[in-house]
Protein backbone atom coordinates (compact mmCIF):
# COMPACT_ATOMS: atom_id res chain seq x y z
CA UNK A 1 0.00 0.00 0.00
CA UNK A 2 1.32 3.48 -1.08
CA UNK A 3 2.62 6.09 1.65
CA UNK A 4 1.62 8.94 0.16
CA UNK A 5 -1.75 9.13 -1.43
CA UNK A 6 -3.85 11.91 -2.94
CA UNK A 7 -7.52 12.21 -3.92
CA UNK A 8 -8.84 14.40 -7.32
CA UNK A 9 -12.62 14.34 -8.28
CA UNK A 10 -14.50 16.11 -10.09
CA UNK A 11 -15.89 19.82 -8.85
CA UNK A 12 -19.72 19.04 -8.34
CA UNK A 13 -21.44 15.73 -8.53
CA UNK A 14 -25.13 15.48 -8.81
CA UNK A 15 -27.13 12.30 -9.11
CA UNK A 16 -30.68 11.01 -8.09
CA UNK A 17 -34.28 11.96 -9.38
CA UNK A 18 -34.56 14.54 -12.15
CA UNK A 19 -30.82 15.70 -11.49
CA UNK A 20 -30.24 16.59 -15.51
CA UNK A 21 -32.46 20.01 -14.44
CA UNK A 22 -29.03 21.37 -13.26
CA UNK A 23 -27.93 21.65 -16.35
CA UNK A 24 -29.61 24.90 -16.67
CA UNK A 25 -27.79 26.23 -13.58
CA UNK A 26 -24.47 25.36 -14.67
CA UNK A 27 -25.28 27.00 -18.19
CA UNK A 28 -26.27 29.92 -16.62
CA UNK A 29 -23.66 30.09 -13.50
CA UNK A 30 -20.36 29.24 -16.47
CA UNK A 31 -22.17 32.23 -18.20
CA UNK A 32 -21.68 29.52 -21.42
CA UNK A 33 -22.07 31.63 -24.84
CA UNK A 34 -21.62 28.40 -26.89
CA UNK A 35 -21.77 25.03 -25.96
CA UNK A 36 -20.20 22.09 -27.85
CA UNK A 37 -22.21 18.54 -27.24
CA UNK A 38 -20.68 15.50 -27.69
CA UNK A 39 -22.25 12.37 -27.84
CA UNK A 40 -22.64 9.59 -30.79
CA UNK A 41 -25.40 8.92 -33.59
CA UNK A 42 -26.60 5.69 -31.32
CA UNK A 43 -27.28 7.62 -28.58
CA UNK A 44 -29.01 9.91 -30.72
CA UNK A 45 -31.08 7.32 -32.26
CA UNK A 46 -32.20 6.27 -28.94
CA UNK A 47 -33.69 9.42 -28.09
CA UNK A 48 -30.96 9.68 -25.27
CA UNK A 49 -30.01 13.16 -26.12
CA UNK A 50 -33.25 14.53 -26.07
CA UNK A 51 -33.75 14.53 -22.23
CA UNK A 52 -30.02 16.70 -21.38
CA UNK A 53 -31.31 18.59 -24.57
CA UNK A 54 -34.39 19.17 -23.38
CA UNK A 55 -32.63 21.71 -20.36
CA UNK A 56 -29.71 23.19 -22.66
CA UNK A 57 -32.60 24.64 -25.00
CA UNK A 58 -34.41 26.41 -22.44
CA UNK A 59 -31.40 28.40 -21.62
CA UNK A 60 -31.06 29.53 -25.40
CA UNK A 61 -27.12 28.79 -25.37
CA UNK A 62 -26.10 28.15 -29.02
CA UNK A 63 -25.45 24.80 -29.50
CA UNK A 64 -22.65 22.79 -31.87
CA UNK A 65 -23.54 19.38 -31.70
CA UNK A 66 -20.50 16.49 -32.27
CA UNK A 67 -21.80 12.78 -33.13
CA UNK A 68 -19.47 11.69 -35.49
CA UNK A 69 -18.16 8.74 -33.27
CA UNK A 70 -17.65 5.24 -33.36
CA UNK A 71 -17.35 3.01 -30.27
CA UNK A 72 -14.06 2.16 -29.47
CA UNK A 73 -12.25 4.83 -31.44
CA UNK A 74 -8.81 5.28 -32.31
CA UNK A 75 -6.62 8.46 -31.60
CA UNK A 76 -7.02 9.48 -35.17
CA UNK A 77 -11.13 9.25 -34.77
CA UNK A 78 -11.01 10.91 -31.53
CA UNK A 79 -8.63 13.28 -33.10
CA UNK A 80 -11.21 14.40 -36.10
CA UNK A 81 -13.68 15.13 -33.42
CA UNK A 82 -10.98 17.14 -31.30
CA UNK A 83 -10.57 19.31 -34.48
CA UNK A 84 -14.14 19.77 -35.31
CA UNK A 85 -14.73 21.18 -31.86
CA UNK A 86 -11.97 23.49 -31.92
CA UNK A 87 -13.63 24.72 -35.20
CA UNK A 88 -17.19 25.14 -33.66
CA UNK A 89 -15.38 28.25 -30.89
CA UNK A 90 -17.18 26.86 -28.27
CA UNK A 91 -16.52 27.58 -24.85
CA UNK A 92 -17.99 24.65 -22.85
CA UNK A 93 -18.38 21.36 -23.28
CA UNK A 94 -20.84 18.93 -22.68
CA UNK A 95 -20.66 15.02 -23.19
CA UNK A 96 -23.67 13.05 -23.52
CA UNK A 97 -22.52 8.95 -23.94
CA UNK A 98 -20.36 6.21 -22.77
CA UNK A 99 -16.66 5.98 -22.38
CA UNK A 100 -15.48 6.84 -25.91
CA UNK A 101 -17.71 9.84 -25.98
CA UNK A 102 -16.47 11.30 -22.73
CA UNK A 103 -12.55 10.30 -22.81
CA UNK A 104 -12.75 12.03 -26.49
CA UNK A 105 -14.56 15.08 -24.85
CA UNK A 106 -11.71 15.33 -22.34
CA UNK A 107 -8.94 15.14 -24.81
CA UNK A 108 -10.95 18.57 -26.59
CA UNK A 109 -11.05 20.05 -23.23
CA UNK A 110 -7.16 20.10 -22.69
CA UNK A 111 -6.34 20.12 -26.86
CA UNK A 112 -8.31 23.50 -27.72
CA UNK A 113 -5.98 25.66 -28.02
CA UNK A 114 -3.03 23.49 -28.85
CA UNK A 115 -1.24 22.74 -32.31
CA UNK A 116 -0.05 19.64 -31.40
CA UNK A 117 -3.21 16.48 -31.31
CA UNK A 118 -3.93 13.54 -29.64
CA UNK A 119 -1.38 11.47 -31.22
CA UNK A 120 1.52 13.71 -29.57
CA UNK A 121 -0.36 12.97 -25.90
CA UNK A 122 0.52 9.34 -25.95
CA UNK A 123 3.89 9.53 -25.51
CA UNK A 124 3.62 12.90 -23.53
CA UNK A 125 -0.31 13.03 -21.98
CA UNK A 126 0.54 15.69 -19.50
CA UNK A 127 1.45 18.00 -21.90
CA UNK A 128 -1.53 19.37 -22.67
CA UNK A 129 -3.28 21.49 -19.78
CA UNK A 130 -7.10 22.31 -19.30
CA UNK A 131 -8.53 25.44 -21.31
CA UNK A 132 -12.63 24.37 -21.51
CA UNK A 133 -14.53 23.21 -18.66
CA UNK A 134 -16.67 19.71 -19.19
CA UNK A 135 -19.89 18.70 -18.04
CA UNK A 136 -19.90 14.68 -18.22
CA UNK A 137 -23.48 12.81 -18.51
CA UNK A 138 -22.54 9.39 -18.63
CA UNK A 139 -25.18 6.93 -20.21
CA UNK A 140 -23.97 3.40 -19.19
CA UNK A 141 -22.93 2.27 -15.62
CA UNK A 142 -19.65 1.29 -15.75
CA UNK A 143 -17.10 3.03 -17.38
CA UNK A 144 -16.38 5.73 -14.75
CA UNK A 145 -15.12 7.38 -17.60
CA UNK A 146 -16.70 11.04 -15.56
CA UNK A 147 -14.90 10.65 -13.04
CA UNK A 148 -11.23 9.56 -14.17
CA UNK A 149 -8.45 11.78 -15.69
CA UNK A 150 -7.94 9.17 -18.27
CA UNK A 151 -9.21 8.57 -22.05
CA UNK A 152 -8.51 5.25 -23.89
CA UNK A 153 -8.24 5.63 -27.37
CA UNK A 154 -6.92 2.15 -30.02
CA UNK A 155 -4.05 2.37 -31.60
CA UNK A 156 -4.09 0.73 -34.82
CA UNK A 157 -0.48 0.56 -35.65
CA UNK A 158 0.41 -1.45 -32.27
CA UNK A 159 -2.99 -3.06 -32.66
CA UNK A 160 -3.13 -1.78 -29.01
CA UNK A 161 -5.39 0.41 -26.61
CA UNK A 162 -3.43 3.01 -25.01
CA UNK A 163 -4.33 4.76 -22.00
CA UNK A 164 -3.86 8.94 -21.84
CA UNK A 165 -3.87 9.93 -18.01
CA UNK A 166 -3.82 13.56 -17.17
CA UNK A 167 -5.14 15.11 -14.42
CA UNK A 168 -6.18 18.53 -16.24
CA UNK A 169 -9.15 16.02 -17.79
CA UNK A 170 -11.03 15.33 -14.21
CA UNK A 171 -14.45 16.50 -15.33
CA UNK A 172 -15.61 19.80 -13.63
CA UNK A 173 -19.18 18.60 -13.74
CA UNK A 174 -20.94 15.24 -13.63
CA UNK A 175 -24.85 14.30 -13.23
CA UNK A 176 -25.68 10.62 -12.66
CA UNK A 177 -29.36 10.59 -13.61
CA UNK A 178 -31.05 7.19 -13.77
CA UNK A 179 -33.36 7.79 -16.64
CA UNK A 180 -29.94 8.09 -18.85
CA UNK A 181 -29.99 3.98 -18.99
CA UNK A 182 -33.29 3.09 -18.07
CA UNK A 183 -33.34 2.18 -21.87
CA UNK A 184 -30.10 0.44 -21.85
CA UNK A 185 -29.75 -3.01 -23.46
CA UNK A 186 -29.05 -5.38 -21.11
CA UNK A 187 -26.24 -6.94 -23.17
CA UNK A 188 -24.50 -3.01 -22.88
CA UNK A 189 -25.81 -2.84 -19.40
CA UNK A 190 -24.06 -6.11 -18.76
CA UNK A 191 -20.27 -5.49 -19.90
CA UNK A 192 -20.72 -2.25 -19.07
CA UNK A 193 -21.27 -3.01 -14.92
CA UNK A 194 -18.73 -6.09 -14.98
CA UNK A 195 -16.12 -3.34 -16.51
CA UNK A 196 -17.25 -0.87 -13.56
CA UNK A 197 -16.84 -4.37 -10.87
CA UNK A 198 -13.39 -5.16 -12.67
CA UNK A 199 -12.52 -1.21 -11.60
CA UNK A 200 -13.70 -1.50 -7.84
CA UNK A 201 -11.90 -5.03 -7.61
CA UNK A 202 -8.41 -4.01 -9.14
CA UNK A 203 -8.47 -0.77 -7.69
CA UNK A 204 -8.72 -2.66 -4.30
CA UNK A 205 -6.23 -5.36 -4.80
CA UNK A 206 -3.89 -2.74 -6.61
CA UNK A 207 -0.08 -1.93 -5.83
CA UNK A 208 -0.86 1.43 -5.10
CA UNK A 209 -4.28 0.44 -3.12
CA UNK A 210 -4.74 3.27 -0.20
CA UNK A 211 -6.76 4.50 2.07
CA UNK A 212 -8.74 7.33 -0.21
CA UNK A 213 -8.99 4.29 -3.30
CA UNK A 214 -9.68 1.83 -0.60
CA UNK A 215 -12.95 3.75 0.85
CA UNK A 216 -14.27 4.32 -2.56
CA UNK A 217 -13.50 0.80 -4.37
CA UNK A 218 -15.05 -0.85 -1.45
CA UNK A 219 -18.58 0.80 -1.45
CA UNK A 220 -18.54 0.66 -4.88
CA UNK A 221 -17.81 -3.22 -5.17
CA UNK A 222 -21.01 -3.84 -2.20
CA UNK A 223 -23.20 -1.62 -4.98
CA UNK A 224 -22.36 -3.71 -7.61
CA UNK A 225 -22.56 -6.85 -6.19
CA UNK A 226 -25.66 -6.20 -4.56
CA UNK A 227 -27.26 -4.20 -7.64
CA UNK A 228 -26.16 -5.39 -10.65
CA UNK A 229 -27.96 -8.52 -11.71
CA UNK A 230 -31.57 -6.14 -10.86
CA UNK A 231 -30.37 -3.23 -12.55
CA UNK A 232 -29.99 -5.21 -15.80
CA UNK A 233 -32.54 -7.67 -15.99
CA UNK A 234 -35.25 -5.29 -14.98
CA UNK A 235 -35.99 -2.11 -16.60
CA UNK A 236 -38.12 -0.75 -14.04
CA UNK A 237 -35.45 -1.05 -11.57
CA UNK A 238 -34.47 2.67 -10.92
CA UNK A 239 -33.57 2.87 -7.77
CA UNK A 240 -30.99 -0.42 -8.65
CA UNK A 241 -29.69 1.76 -11.45
CA UNK A 242 -29.20 4.63 -9.61
CA UNK A 243 -27.11 2.58 -7.74
CA UNK A 244 -25.33 1.10 -10.43
CA UNK A 245 -24.19 4.87 -11.61
CA UNK A 246 -22.80 5.71 -8.40
CA UNK A 247 -21.20 2.87 -8.41
CA UNK A 248 -19.07 3.40 -11.45
CA UNK A 249 -18.73 6.72 -10.27
CA UNK A 250 -17.14 5.46 -6.93
CA UNK A 251 -15.46 3.06 -8.66
CA UNK A 252 -13.71 5.86 -11.38
CA UNK A 253 -12.82 7.69 -8.43
CA UNK A 254 -11.05 4.56 -7.00
CA UNK A 255 -8.68 4.26 -10.51
CA UNK A 256 -7.92 7.84 -9.95
CA UNK A 257 -6.73 7.47 -6.28
CA UNK A 258 -5.31 3.99 -7.24
CA UNK A 259 -5.17 2.16 -10.78
CA UNK A 260 -6.34 -1.15 -12.35
CA UNK A 261 -3.82 -3.63 -13.07
CA UNK A 262 -3.95 -7.24 -14.96
CA UNK A 263 -7.32 -7.17 -15.95
CA UNK A 264 -7.13 -4.18 -18.04
CA UNK A 265 -3.89 -4.82 -19.12
CA UNK A 266 -4.52 -7.96 -20.92
CA UNK A 267 -7.97 -6.72 -22.57
CA UNK A 268 -6.45 -3.92 -24.41
CA UNK A 269 -4.60 -5.97 -27.08
CA UNK A 270 -8.29 -7.84 -27.14
CA UNK A 271 -10.05 -4.05 -27.99
CA UNK A 272 -7.34 -2.90 -29.76
CA UNK A 273 -6.54 -5.93 -32.18
CA UNK A 274 -10.31 -7.42 -32.14
CA UNK A 275 -12.41 -4.55 -31.89
CA UNK A 276 -13.88 -6.73 -28.58
CA UNK A 277 -15.77 -4.51 -26.19
CA UNK A 278 -13.78 -2.74 -23.27
CA UNK A 279 -16.20 -4.11 -20.92
CA UNK A 280 -16.43 -7.59 -22.73
CA UNK A 281 -12.93 -7.93 -22.45
CA UNK A 282 -12.56 -7.06 -18.89
CA UNK A 283 -15.02 -9.71 -18.29
CA UNK A 284 -13.93 -12.34 -20.12
CA UNK A 285 -10.77 -11.66 -18.08
CA UNK A 286 -12.05 -11.24 -14.87
CA UNK A 287 -12.14 -14.65 -13.24
CA UNK A 288 -8.80 -15.65 -14.76
CA UNK A 289 -6.82 -12.79 -13.24
CA UNK A 290 -8.30 -12.94 -9.80
CA UNK A 291 -7.89 -16.49 -9.47
CA UNK A 292 -4.36 -15.85 -10.60
CA UNK A 293 -3.66 -12.91 -8.08
CA UNK A 294 -5.34 -14.98 -5.25
CA UNK A 295 -2.53 -16.24 -3.51
CA UNK A 296 -1.25 -12.78 -2.72
CA UNK A 297 -4.83 -10.81 -2.60
CA UNK A 298 -6.52 -13.49 -0.28
CA UNK A 299 -6.75 -11.17 2.56
CA UNK A 300 -8.20 -8.51 0.26
CA UNK A 301 -10.97 -10.72 -0.79
CA UNK A 302 -11.61 -11.98 2.73
CA UNK A 303 -12.01 -8.07 3.67
CA UNK A 304 -14.49 -7.79 0.64
CA UNK A 305 -16.35 -10.51 1.60
CA UNK A 306 -17.23 -9.08 4.81
CA UNK A 307 -17.74 -5.65 3.71
CA UNK A 308 -20.09 -7.07 0.66
CA UNK A 309 -21.80 -9.87 1.57
CA UNK A 310 -25.26 -9.38 3.55
CA UNK A 311 -27.32 -11.11 5.68
CA UNK A 312 -25.94 -14.72 6.76
CA UNK A 313 -22.45 -15.04 6.04
CA UNK A 314 -21.31 -18.94 5.71
CA UNK A 315 -17.90 -18.54 5.70
CA UNK A 316 -15.45 -18.18 8.27
CA UNK A 317 -11.95 -18.65 6.45
CA UNK A 318 -9.98 -16.31 5.01
CA UNK A 319 -9.64 -18.87 2.38
CA UNK A 320 -13.71 -19.42 2.40
CA UNK A 321 -14.24 -16.03 1.94
CA UNK A 322 -11.36 -15.44 -0.49
CA UNK A 323 -12.90 -18.29 -2.86
CA UNK A 324 -16.08 -17.56 -2.48
CA UNK A 325 -15.86 -13.72 -4.06
CA UNK A 326 -14.05 -14.99 -6.59
CA UNK A 327 -17.18 -17.41 -7.70
CA UNK A 328 -19.41 -14.67 -6.98
CA UNK A 329 -17.77 -12.67 -10.15
CA UNK A 330 -17.85 -15.82 -12.37
CA UNK A 331 -21.74 -16.50 -10.81
CA UNK A 332 -22.39 -12.74 -12.09
CA UNK A 333 -20.77 -12.68 -15.75
CA UNK A 334 -22.10 -16.15 -16.49
CA UNK A 335 -25.70 -14.63 -15.29
CA UNK A 336 -25.62 -11.70 -17.52
CA UNK A 337 -24.63 -13.81 -20.36
CA UNK A 338 -21.13 -12.47 -21.32
CA UNK A 339 -18.71 -14.69 -23.07
CA UNK A 340 -15.91 -16.05 -21.47
CA UNK A 341 -13.88 -17.30 -24.61
CA UNK A 342 -12.39 -15.73 -27.33
CA UNK A 343 -13.58 -18.49 -29.49
CA UNK A 344 -17.00 -16.42 -29.42
CA UNK A 345 -15.08 -13.50 -31.30
CA UNK A 346 -12.45 -16.44 -33.52
CA UNK A 347 -9.47 -15.11 -32.23
CA UNK A 348 -7.45 -17.84 -33.51
CA UNK A 349 -5.52 -19.66 -30.78
CA UNK A 350 -2.43 -19.05 -33.84
CA UNK A 351 -2.65 -14.99 -32.40
CA UNK A 352 -1.13 -16.45 -28.49
CA UNK A 353 2.00 -14.82 -29.10
CA UNK A 354 0.55 -11.80 -30.63
CA UNK A 355 -1.81 -11.24 -27.81
CA UNK A 356 1.30 -12.02 -24.86
CA UNK A 357 3.35 -9.33 -26.90
CA UNK A 358 0.70 -6.79 -26.89
CA UNK A 359 -0.21 -7.69 -23.41
CA UNK A 360 2.87 -7.06 -21.42
CA UNK A 361 3.49 -3.79 -23.43
CA UNK A 362 1.15 -2.25 -20.80
CA UNK A 363 3.67 -1.88 -18.29
CA UNK A 364 1.49 1.17 -16.56
CA UNK A 365 -0.99 -1.27 -15.10
CA UNK A 366 1.03 -4.51 -15.02
CA UNK A 367 3.19 -2.57 -12.81
CA UNK A 368 -0.01 -2.32 -10.76
CA UNK A 369 -0.78 -5.67 -10.01
CA UNK A 370 0.27 -7.48 -7.02
CA UNK A 371 1.40 -10.47 -7.86
CA UNK A 372 4.15 -10.33 -10.98
CA UNK A 373 2.70 -10.88 -14.43
CA UNK A 374 6.05 -12.39 -16.11
CA UNK A 375 5.33 -13.53 -20.21
CA UNK A 376 4.67 -16.97 -19.40
CA UNK A 377 1.96 -15.99 -16.93
CA UNK A 378 0.50 -13.88 -19.41
CA UNK A 379 0.41 -16.40 -21.96
CA UNK A 380 -1.08 -18.88 -19.50
CA UNK A 381 -3.98 -16.27 -18.78
CA UNK A 382 -4.10 -15.90 -22.61
CA UNK A 383 -4.31 -19.94 -23.20
CA UNK A 384 -7.17 -20.18 -20.94
CA UNK A 385 -9.87 -17.85 -22.48
CA UNK A 386 -9.04 -18.63 -26.03
Known amino acids: MLEKYNLKMPHVVYSGENSLENIKTIILENKVNKLAVFTDKGIESAGLLDYPMNFVNATGVEVSILDDLPPEPTYSQAQKLVDEFKASKADFIMAVGGGSVMDTAKLASILATDDYGVHELLD ?62 RKI ?56 QIASFYAGV ?55 VHGEKTCTTVEEKSEFMIKQFEKIVKHLDIPTSLSTFDVPASDLDILVDAGMQVTRLLDNNMRKVTKEDACELYKQIL
Open 189 to 244: AAATGVDALAHAIECFTGNKANPFSDIFALEALDMILNNIVKACDDAEAMSAKNKM
Open 254 to 308: AITASGTTAVHALSYPLGGKYHIAHGVSNAILLVPVMRFNEPVCRAKFAEAYDRC
Open 124 to 185: EPKLAKKCIKTLMIPTTAGTGAEATPNAIVAVPEKELKIGIVNEEMIADYVILDAIMIKKLP
